[in-house]
Nanobody, 118 residues
Framework: QVQLVESGGGLVQPGGSLRLSCAVS????????MGWYRQSPGKQRESVAR???????NYADSVKGRFTISRDNAKNTVYLQMNSLKPEDTAVYYC????????????WGQGTQVTVSS
């Protein structure tokens, strides 16, 4: 059974930091392109940060310089370090395991709520 379990969300004041984790099981973690997405009420889900096929990273313009994606293949876990948080970062954050480049399916976590408010 494939599981992507996000954790680390919560309520934080503007300017604060959070670190999201996504623990993955049931798939060959190293074969998948891991990424973080987010969705706010009334908006489409958008890419926040993800690993590219060449091993590089891609960030949304709105989070460049503030967010950092990383992965630990030994722990089958991907992280999103979020600094200098803004109210507009408020959303449900989802972890994704994209296997499309290898002909595999894409999996999603259940999401974790991040609320940035004073």
């Amino acid at each position: 059974q494939v599981q992507l379990v996000e954790s680390g969300g919560g309520l934080v004041q503007p300017g604060g930091s959070l670190r999201l984790s996504c623990a993955v099981s049931g798939i060959a973690f190293r074969l998948y392109g891991m990424g973080w997405y987010r969705q706010s009420p009334g908006k489409q889900r958008e890419s926040v940060a993800r690993f590219m096929g060449n091993g590089g990273t891609n960030y949304a313009d709105s989070v460049k310089g503030r967010f950092t994606i990383s992965r630990d293949n030994a722990k089958n876990t991907v992280y999103l370090q979020m600094n200098s948080l803004k109210p507009e970062d408020t959303a449900v954050y989802y972890c994704s395991a994209d296997g499309s480049t290898r002909g595999l399916r894409t999996y999603w976590g259940q999401g974790t709520q991040v609320t940035v408010s004073s």
